[in-house]
């Protein structure tokens, strides 16, 4: 293959360049707008969440609230524009401390979603369980072979266009990447992941079906009013991410920007909804399962009000407790893991 003429090489960094401001530009946005949303419900956190004692469901809510700005902070500081001097070694801690912050957020909403279903369905502890490892074991499967991938992967100097740009750290490439455990058997785990998903999609709808069968007249309020409307938003996310990850995996890498665009949203909204979804479980009044889901998910009222009273309510938000997203500055993985868009021919 011949060598690129100079033009070639100019126009081949300049869409590259390009990219990676769109990409740049469009994660700040998304993630400009989270910073914004935590700002604005502060007063929930205040009102709702501090006031309780340290339990599994509070862990769980600080977890998916403020893991996600730390993984925000720290994957600015590794990954964009800022000039920064950061060692190779320190750029690989960086990155596993980021995909871990990311991952422990993306577990505390899959926990989430499986308490909901779990109590929806006046389920006993062990169906619960059961539950909540059909949620997480997907996501922590995927977790394990792309923080090892990252560890595995040389930690290189950058180059002098990083240098020069002011990015201050290494990008994994495509060949790079094929040499770790990150290859292996993507596709199946894909297809397991897409399997249970689906599985838990039609549990949630016969749930729905067998939970509310004597309030079809008044089905949405219900559902709205028992954070059912956070938690279908939720499972329509992930499920739409593991169809697009076994069926459109080729057409994502083939779009660069339409793999940013879906990686900002995904990165963003889970763990938002994932809050509000766990902010209505906490403010609901409850009634009509048996005692233990809605000791295992929602709170009660005080007797003829459904106001949320912090120092009257009990602390049934007793939870029961048992991803890195699209990266195209990152291991180059598209969808679930990541891709390299630092990289051009």
Known sequence: MSEMSEEEFVQALSEAVSLWRMQEYVEISFYAFYVYYVLITM???????????????????????????????LHLARDYRNYFVISPVNCKVLQAIYDIALWLVFLASDIALGLCLSALLGAGKLVAII???????????SFVFTTVSGIQAPA??????DQELGYPCYITSSEQWE???????????????????????????VTVAIRYKNQTSRLFQTIRRDGGIYYFSLLGLRLASVI??????????????????????SDVLIPILAQRLMINMRKVDYVGTRPYASTLLFAHSPPGGSEYVPNKMDDSLELYSTSSGIRLKGSPVATSEKSDARTFA
């Open 156 to 161: 290189d100097p950058i180059t002098e266009l």
């Open 244 to 265: 697009l990850r076994v069926t459109g995996q080729a057409r994502l890498d083939t779009s660069p920007p339409a793999a940013i665009l879906y990686s900002a949203i």
């Open 179 to 205: 040499t770790t455990i990150g290859v292996i058997g993507e596709k199946p785990r894909a297809y397991v992941s897409l399997a249970v998903t689906a599985v838990l999609v039609l549990l949630a709808f």
């Open 43 to 73: 007063d929930k956190d205040v009102s709702i969440i501090f006031p309780q004692k340290w339990n599994r469901g509070k862990v769980l809510y600080i977890v998916c609230r403020y893991g996600m700005l730390v993984h925000i902070a």
């Open 131 to 141: 539950i909540l490892i059909l949620f997480a074991g997907p996501s922590f499967v």
